[in-house]
């Protein structure tokens, strides 16, 4: 049997196989079905496969490269479904991100700084560049430090990603629908698109309260078939199209903190609940919530100025710093760790 080399790695809160462009099929159809049977997907344990049986954990990395001087590396990001056989280009991922710039330098895509290395990526997705720092004493990739994240047990080494230009990555436009409020099936929501469409509503016009659990929201049927109704009928606003299938817009309900945060979130994918929030959702959430007139604008304890938005989520929590330049979003930073977690040859399902 053929394997493929492959490194798994945890990157912030979600989990993903990362491999060189060069290790794969060029062809996207052939790629795509070489993917989900290295991932065990579908099957909702992915059990003949490296996925963990969560949208989280069924992640790829696909990294090359970069041919333009404008950044280092380009990374690819694909969405493989569990029980569903697919596999979604049409969004990127924050998290895995924490971990493309340390791939990159152990593949030898880009030399290791004595202390510390930062790496420019271009996210193949959105068509924006991303920049990536981490520790590397010595000229090697150290993933072992003191920072600890929500939602991942234990610390690892800081990982600090800064975006720019990250409005209307997807959609076109950091307000989609041209308006900062809309009323979709009778919900008030906001449409933001800051490197990741989201629909922001208010936790209790869904008729919840913004603070259960992951578990007991995924319980909750009801809920599932209005979130999906309320993000298909948001997507064709956003100029998205038919969203069925896809797994953007995310969902994001708020509600008042209550845990010393400045919001409490909850965020479906595209309509189970997501156990803490993601890294771009999580920077299009703020940079909604910032807004003049935006929904859920009163629930928000705004932070002193210069300071990040603690974002509370059911897992802890995520700070996001977002700075402006007048209307427009000047730069969005979010601190993530990641860990390398097997280096070596995976082998697909037959």
Do not use: W
């Not at 209550?258 to 409490?264: K, L, P, S, T, V």
């Amino acid at each position: 049997m053929t394997g493929v080399r492959c490194m798994l790695l945890r990157g912030g809160t979600s989990k993903g196989a990362y491999f060189l462009a060069e290790d794969l099929p060029t062809d996207p159809e052939t790629r795509d079905d070489l993917l989900m049977r290295i991932m065990g997907t579908p099957d909702p344990r992915q059990i003949d496969g490296v996925g963990g049986a969560q949208p989280v954990t069924s992640k790829v990395a696909i990294v090359a490269k970069a041919t333009d001087p404008g950044h280092d590396v380009d990374y690819l990001f694909l969405q493989l479904g569990v029980e569903e056989p697919t596999v979604s280009d049409r969004q990127t991922c924050g998290n895995l991100l924490a971990g493309v710039g340390q791939f990159a330098v152990e593949r030898g895509l880009v030399p290791a700084g004595e202390d510390r290395t930062t790496v420019r990526v271009r996210l193949v997705n959105t068509g924006t560049v991303a920049v990536s720092t981490f520790a590397t004493p010595g000229g090697e990739v150290d993933y072992s430090g003191d920072t600890a994240i929500s939602g991942v047990p234990g610390t690892a080494a800081p990982v600090e990603l800064d975006f720019t230009e990250t409005e209307g990555s997807v959609c076109g436009s950091l307000l989609p629908t041209g308006n900062v409020r809309d009323d979709v099936g009778g919900i008030e929501v906001s449409c933001v698109d800051n490197g990741m469409p989201v629909v922001v509503a208010r936790a209790g016009d869904l008729g919840i309260t913004g603070y259960e659990d992951a578990a007991e929201l995924g319980a909750n049927t009801a809920l599932a078939e209005r979130i999906d109704a309320l993000r298909v009928e948001a997507g064709k606003l956003m100029g998205l199209g038919d969203v069925r299938g896809s797994s953007v817009p995310k969902t994001t309900l708020v509600a008042a903190p209550r845990d010393g945060g400045a919001i409490c979130t909850r965020t479906f994918i595209p309509v189970k609940p997501h156990p803490s929030i993601g890294v771009l959702g999580g920077v299009s959430v703020v940079t909604a919530l910032l807004l003049d007139g935006a929904v859920g604008r009163e629930l928000l304890e705004a932070p002193a100025e210069g300071e990040p938005v603690e974002i509370e989520h059911p897992s802890g929590k995520l700070a996001v710093a977002i700075e402006f330049d007048g209307s427009r979003v000047r730069r969005s930073t979010v601190i993530r760790t990641a860990r390398k977690l097997f280096d070596g040859t995976v082998f697909p399902r037959p």
